[in-house]
């Protein structure tokens, strides 16, 4: 092997590194730090992503979440549940809609325009309807997982977001 | 401070004696027999009179029925009547002369209260349905002087006292001194139907605690005289039965009125209803009916049921209806949308209109276009090229509205405000005063307007970026005596009276001065417009500024409303920041239960502006001002007891060592308008 092919190895080693480090620091300065980790390393474009990036990564994972989530209480509703969960159903059905339309859309404008305390905001607006949400069963969830995704999700997000501010 | 005094001479004379009658050149015919008596409320059967043996007293009857202690009548049936009510002196419990002690040990002595002291003596069983009050003559006696037991010998004073005391007798809910001539209280709700414009308020018929509240209804030709109807819209069904707040109108193709309303229904949740005319063909639209298909919107599990009220004026787009409702989530502010094609059955749309993070409860939304570069209207339905939208909201949290103005995506169903429109409690105002829960109406016939104390005209300015008010030019019938100036210097600390008119309209002042150098520095930190005006009132000295009106002044100047500028270098470049103050804190001597604030605003003006106007509507308690043409209004209630019917006065000022000019001021008195009388013959 020439020196510069040497070169060219060592240097391919070391960029995937400085992203990976990107990706490391950033989630320390969040609440839920290996979750940031893993639930960004699972998006391909987390090794070559910038602030913002991570900040639309992790924004996509709250939308996924919410449309599963969607729909899994759109089927609990349809098994005609009692009243009272039926109520707190209805209530987690408009908050996770409201997140899909305007939340997450308002969050990602947010990010790639560069005015990030918009996403700020409507992030922890959607962690703490997730929370709600979870609130409202009174201690017996059926959503436990999908809330409790979102919640961690929609507060990394939020604190990306803060750290661009 | 130079002052005139006004003096009247009273000429007493002999009256001339009678001409002579002329001589009749033929006997005049005999005179037609008198028409049958007929009764407005009997139909057209005409009222009998009794028979004259059964109605004609005997002498001994006569003379018991002379004199104050009329005797009872048993063979007609009438009760015996005390007629001696003296309200000369206070009213006076039912007996002769005047007596106070027990229930009520005093008196008033100002006529125009004269009724509400009746009608406590009247509750307390104490007054007659009668009252002798000042007799009005107008004489001197060669022997003593000024009569007694009337006025006096001045026709000017007597006038005065006789119109104040009549109208004291007549009674008056309100205050007589704090009641407006021209403004009318909170509108709600604006409607044009057949030449007429119709206003929707909200209405306690109970007394002044918020609670059973009603549709109160006037009509007007002109948007200045007022007629009172019966109200449009009261609770009477499960779907309204706590309350008919506030909604809207729109009228539908065919000219066909329909109200959208909140209903706090039996529930106490708030409900979407409708009511329609009963009668399309009432030109006055006077009943309105509720039908059973109510409540049309309801919020149904996910949204709050005690935040869910006050539906806009529909407007028509790909083949829907489509409104708003204001409501919150938590600390966002919501404009919910939902669409039909009927009127009837309504949708909720998949997301709002637009949201807002920490605004708290949006009510009474008002969405509508409003053409770029025309001061002309708009109806709710047009789209286009030319046009950009304003979402208003009523913040429910603070007691104040704001708006912005942005674009309408159709297709999406979507409001963006633009960049320029601040989304929250420091967005544009219509009024940065005492001002709330206003709409907007269009009327086909002359350029948009908002309502407010008084309507307004409103357009979006040249720039795009806020919307312009001025009131509605037919108040300009109301314009009485006029007074004219121009030219006058105001130096540092110099007053100047406007005299000559009461009740004043000063309108469009229009000062100037020489430079803006040397301006004080706007300080950044200065974020809130109100907390500065409090600290810079208009009697702290500065450069360019304090200057403007005193308006609703005492004569020594105990009490004054004044409204005023003061100007500052920006720190943008080529920019100078103007700060507008409309301030109550002095404006009475009443203790401090009372509200005053120092209610202000920012206008921005380039560096090489030589001039500002400024407008102030004054009647009695209102002051509405209208600062560089309509950028910023900021309208003050105030309650003087000095200032007050002809002991008010206006002034023109100047607090800052820049000499200002009053380029031209025209003043105008404002007669009264016919102000919510009830119309005769029509119940």
């Known amino acids: 092997m020439t020196l510069l092919s040497i070169t060219q190895l060592f240097l391919i080693t070391i960029l995937p590194f400085a992203s990976a480090n990107l990706v490391v620091d950033t989630c320390k300065k969040t609440p839920y730090a290996d979750f940031c980790v893993s639930a960004l390393r699972s998006d391909h474009r987390s090794s070559t992503a910038d602030t913002p990036t991570l900040g639309l990564i992790m924004v996509d994972k709250v939308n996924v979440n919410a449309k599963s989530t969607l729909t899994e209480i759109q089927d609990l509703l349809r098994k005609s549940p009692n009243p009272r969960t039926k109520q707190a159903l209805a209530s987690c059905e408009e908050g996770y809609k409201f997140t899909i339309t305007d939340l997450v859309p308002s969050s990602k404008d947010s990010l790639t325009g560069g005015v990030y305390k918009f996403a700020e905001v409507n992030m922890n607006e959607a962690a703490s309807d997730a929370s709600d949400c979870e609130a409202g069963f009174g201690g017996k969830s059926p959503l436990s997982h999908s809330n409790d995704y979102e919640n961690k999700a929609a507060s990394v997000a939020a604190a990306i977001a803060r750290l661009l501010l | ?683």
């Open chain 2, 1 to 683: 401070m130079v002052r005139i005094k006004l003096t009247t001479t009273t000429k007493l004379s002999l009256p001339m004696p009678p001409p002579p009658l002329p001589k009749p050149r033929s006997p005049p015919p005999p005179p037609p027999p008198p028409p049958p008596l007929r009764s407005h409320f009997v139909g057209s059967r005409p009222v009998r009179m009794r028979p004259t043996e059964r109605a004609d007293p005997g002498p001994e009857e006569k003379i018991r029925l002379l004199v104050n202690n009329a005797a009872a009548v048993p063979r007609l049936g009438i009760q015996g009547y005390e007629w001696w009510s003296k309200a000369l002196h206070g009213v006076s419990n039912v007996g002769p002369g005047t007596k106070f002690g027990g229930a009520f040990p005093g008196a008033t002595s100002f006529p125009q209260v004269v009724s509400d002291e009746a009608r406590a003596m009247y509750n307390g069983g104490t007054a007659g349905l009668t009252y002798w009050s000042p007799n009005v003559n107008v004489f001197r006696d060669p022997r003593w002087g000024p009569g007694q037991e009337t006025p006096g010998e001045d026709p000017v004073m007597a006038g005065k006292y006789v119109a104040s005391y009549v109208r004291g007798l007549q009674g008056n809910p309100v205050k007589r001194t704090h009641r407006t001539g021209y403004h009318f209280q909170p509108p709600k709700n604006w409607m044009n139907g057949q030449g007429l414009y119709h206003l929707f308020y909200q209405y306690n018929p109970k007394g002044e605690k918020w609670g059973n509240i009603v549709w109160a209804h006037s009509v007007s030709k002109d948007l200045v005289n007022w007629q009172a109807l019966p109200p449009a819209i009261y609770p009477s069904k499960p779907f309204d039965i706590n309350g008919c707040w506030s909604g809207s109108a729109t009228v539908l193709p065919g000219n066909r009125p329909v109200i959208l309303y909140t209903g706090w229904d039996v529930h106490k949740r708030q409900v979407q209803n409708y009511a329609i005319p009963a009668n399309a063909s009432d030109p006055y639209l006077r009943e309105w009916i509720k039908p059973n298909d109510n409540p049309l919107i309801v919020s149904g599990l996910g949204i709050n049921a005690s935040a869910f009220r006050d539906p806009t004026t529909a407007w028509f787009e790909g083949g829907h209806w489509k409104i708003l409702i204001g409501s919150s989530r938590k600390h966002r502010g919501m404009a919910y949308l939902y669409r039909s094609r009927d009127f009837i059955h309504w949708i909720k749309a998949k997301h709002p209109l637009h949201s807002a993070p920490d605004t708290g409860m949006w009510e009474c939304p008002d969405f509508f276009p409003v053409l770029k570069n025309s001061t002309n209207g708009l109806d709710t339905s047009v789209l286009g090229q030319g046009v950009k939208h304003v979402l208003k909201v009523s913040l429910d949290l603070t007691r104040f509205e704001y708006y912005t103005v942005g674009s309408y995506h159709a297709d999406e169903d979507r409001y963006v405000p633009e960049n320029t429109s601040a989304d929250g409690w420091s967005g544009l105002r219509y009024d940065y005063g005492n001002f709330y829960a206003s709409k907007t109406f269009f009327d086909s016939a002359k350029t948009g307007g908002s309502c407010g104390a008084i309507p307004r005209k409103i357009w979006l300015d040249s720039h795009g970026k806020q919307l312009l008010e001025w009131p509605v030019e037919e108040l300009e019938t109301l314009r009485g005596q006029k007074v004219h100036m121009s030219s006058v210097e105001l130096n540092n600390g110099e007053l100047v009276e406007i005299r000559g008119i009461t009740a004043a309209q000063a309108d469009v002042v229009l000062f100037s001065f020489s430079s803006l150098e040397g301006a004080e520095q706007f300080n950044s930190s200065w974020l809130n417009a109100q907390d500065l005006c409090a600290q810079k009132g208009s009697g702290v000295p500065g450069t360019v500024g304090p200057f403007g009106l005193l308006t609703l002044a005492s004569e020594y100047l105990e009490e004054f409303t004044p409204v005023f500028f003061r100007i500052f270098k920006a720190n943008e470049q080529n920019k100078h920041k103007v700060l507008m103050c409309s301030d109550a804190r002095s404006s009475s001597l009443l203790e401090s239960k009372i509200y005053k604030p120092s209610f202000a605003a920012f206008l921005d003006m380039d560096s090489s502006g030589r001039n500002i106007s400024l407008r102030s509507l004054i009647d009695h308690s209102v002051v509405e001002s209208f600062g560089a043409g309509g950028k910023t209004c900021i309208t003050s209630r105030v309650y003087p007891i000095l200032a007050v019917f002809n002991n008010a006065r206006l002034f023109a000022f100047n607090n800052g060592t820049r000499t200002i000019m009053i380029e031209t001021l025209d003043a105008w008195s404002m007669n009264q308008p016919v102000m919510n009388h009830a119309i005769s013959g029509v119940f």
